[in-house]
């Protein structure tokens, strides 16, 4: 097999590095297999037959012919599909959602491809409740539907917790604008104490509070004491 191995790269006109790199396994493994050095896995013979489109008997055995035919449409998009990863897995999913929850609600007579924007979205959750760290570098650009994504927003946050109910829900992302101040009244992200808030800001005559929409959690008043910082404010909010 390793004589095979070395005549298929040099008809597809190939290096080793880069016969290896098609694999995403090392050119000193190639040149291995080639001198018979170390053995063909099973798993490589596989790889190697499915990425080149090669008859795995002519590999295995050198029967004729040493290519496939061309493979069917459903072949060619599983060779596709195994090119991405789980990210672009993941965003053809949620187009591929939208399209069909389109066309349930439409006849099923039009797709509708919906135009798309992305925000890094926060790993770690604002606590709607007792509070999380948020301090983190830690985010995932996602793409949402253009309609709901307020054009001033720098990122959003994932919430967690139901102190903000109900116009908050645990589970929702909320699309921040990143300033350092807030009006009274405005909604916004906040780190107290290194815990992330999401909180409504409200001035009074003995400073300022963070307040809660849900009555049975007590507004949390800022003492001198306190290490805060805004985040920013929130401008709009999404749930998948």
């Not at 060619?76 to 187009?95: G, P, R």
């Not at 916004?188 to 992330?196: A, H, K, P, Q, S």
Request: charged content about 30%.
């Amino acid at each position: 097999m390793n004589e095979r191995l070395a005549e298929l790269r040099e008809r597809l006109n190939l290096t080793v590095r880069a016969f290896a790199d098609k694999l995403n396994i090392s050119a000193g493994l190639v040149g291995n297999m080639e001198k018979g050095r170390r053995i063909v896995t099973e798993r490589t013979i596989k790889d190697i037959c499915r990425v080149f489109n090669v008859n795995e008997n002519w590999l295995r055995y050198g029967d004729e012919p040493i290519f496939l035919e061309a493979s069917e449409p459903i072949d060619e998009i599983k060779e596709i599909i195994d090119t991405l990863d789980i990210e672009h897995l993941q965003k053809m999913k949620e187009c591929l959602d939208m399209i069909i929850e389109y066309r349930e609600h439409n006849g099923g007579i039009a797709v509708l491809y919906p135009e798309t924007v992305s925000r890094p979205v926060f790993d770690l959750p604002a606590a709607a409740g007792t509070g999380q760290f948020l301090d983190s570098y830690g985010y995932t650009d996602m793409s949402f539907p253009a309609d709901v994504v307020p054009p001033d927003s720098n990122f959003g946050v994932r919430i967690a917790g139901d102190s903000m109910e109900p116009e908050f829900s645990d589970g929702e992302i909320v699309f921040v604008k990143q300033q350092p101040t807030l009006n009274n009244g405005d909604i916004g992200i906040f780190v107290l104490n290194t815990d992330g808030y999401l909180k409504k800001f409200c001035l009074n005559e003995n400073g300022y509070t963070l307040v809660s929409f849900n009555p049975k959690y007590e507004p949390i008043e800022i003492t001198e004491n306190d290490n805060i910082r805004i985040v920013g404010k929130v401008l709009g909010k999404y749930k998948f």
